[in-house]
């Protein structure tokens, strides 16, 4: 099976891409917001990652780690890269900016649900903080809901529930 994104409301379709053959065109109409797109079926390619593109899990953690989204009805398993400074969580959404956008239609998170911050202390160590962003439903940390003031260091492994969806912090690997 394979899944198309809607352009316009960015929902997912799915079909059956054996039925097919390479080179024709498919015209689908998205059941959530009825737009008409066309997709044409070809080879599939893999492209040269550019400079900032990372291939796996653990080419991520060379700089300052990752989060891996865990598989489940929402969406699939992701592995989101993080940067130095505030790390902006939440849910994938068309004109919302910010730094690990989840792709997801779980609605109990919010589009700015939580932030991971990654400093280096005096010795070169990275430290990591969690705290929520204001969320609706809540940060869970290891099943314990973040009080709103809460700043709590975390470390590799921590599993972290923001909505429905949980996902665990993959810190960077230190020399």
Known sequence: ??????????????FDETKYTEGQS??????HC?????????????KAPLNKEKLDDASYRK???NITVI?????????????EGDNIIGRRST???IN?????????????HCVINI???KEGKLIYTLRDDSSLTGTFLNNEILNDKDRIRIEDGAIITIGATTFILRTAEQQ
Request: net charge positive; aromatic share 8%; with cysteine.
């Open 1 to 14: 099976m394979k899944r198309v994104r809607c352009p316009k409301c960015e929902n997912y379709l799915t």
């Open 26 to 31: 498919l015209v689908f109409i998205c059941e």
């Open 34 to 46: 009825k737009k008409q797109f066309s997709i044409r079926l070809g080879k599939t390619q893999v």
């Open 63 to 65: 700089e300052f780690g």
């Open 71 to 83: 598989e489940n009805v929402f969406g699939f398993k992701q592995i989101l890269p993080l940067q």
């Open 95 to 97: 004109g919302t900016s």
């Open 100 to 112: 690990v956008p989840i792709e997801t239609s779980d609605m109990s998170m919010d589009r700015h």
């Open 119 to 121: 400093k280096k202390n």
